[in-house]
């Protein structure tokens, strides 16, 4: 399988394991977070799609900007490294559903290990705001694909008139 790699995909594939340990640490361990070595005494989940979304851009003024913008839009931005590397080290990943399952299926992960283990809550809400991050990375992938495709074209007709 190594063999097989190109350069990137094994420069990918450094970066996509040091963005797992980084997106494990801000899930569980994080005390900035929230995430501290004491278990919630009950659980807490979220199973109504919207409701924390909503929660949150109802009471902005009073959770504060930071509040907000840490839970949905971390939620959205924590994810698209992982639509972006993915494609990398995987042909698989390059198809965007591929990319949509993968990106719910490692959120779902997240929020069950977060519901048994009682560190955070299950949110449906953060499976919708993480698939959607992973997703967006997954676009980005695809417009730096389209700029490098587009410049290699463009250096390769440039030496053909000269």
Same mark, same amino acid.
């Given at each position: ?10 420069? #990918? ?69 992982? #639509? ?46 993480? @698939?959607?991050? #992973? ?12 700029? =490098?495709?587009?410049?290699? =074209? =463009? ?6 008139? @000269?």
């Amino acid at each position: 399988m190594i063999r097989n790699t190109t350069r990137n995909q094994k420069l #990918g594939w450094v970066l996509f394991i040091l963005y797992l340990i980084a997106l494990i640490y801000l899930m569980f361990f994080a005390e900035s977070l929230g995430r501290t070595g004491n278990a919630q005494a009950e659980y807490a989940y979220n199973l109504e799609l919207f409701k924390e979304i909503k929660r949150f851009y109802i009471y902005r003024e009073q959770l504060g900007w930071k509040a907000v913008v840490l839970n949905l839009g971390g939620n959205v931005v924590g994810f698209m490294p992982f #639509g972006f590397i993915l494609p990398i080290v995987s042909r698989r990943g390059r198809r965007w559903y591929n990319t949509f399952l993968l990106g719910f299926f490692l959120s779902f992960c997240i929020e069950i290990t977060q519901l048994v283990f009682k560190v955070g809550s299950f949110d449906v809400d953060d499976l919708l705001l993480n @698939t959607i991050g #992973g997703i967006l990375g997954f676009l980005c992938y695809k417009a730096v694909q389209e700029i =490098r495709i587009r410049r290699k =074209r =463009r250096a390769r007709k440039n030496r053909e008139t @000269t």
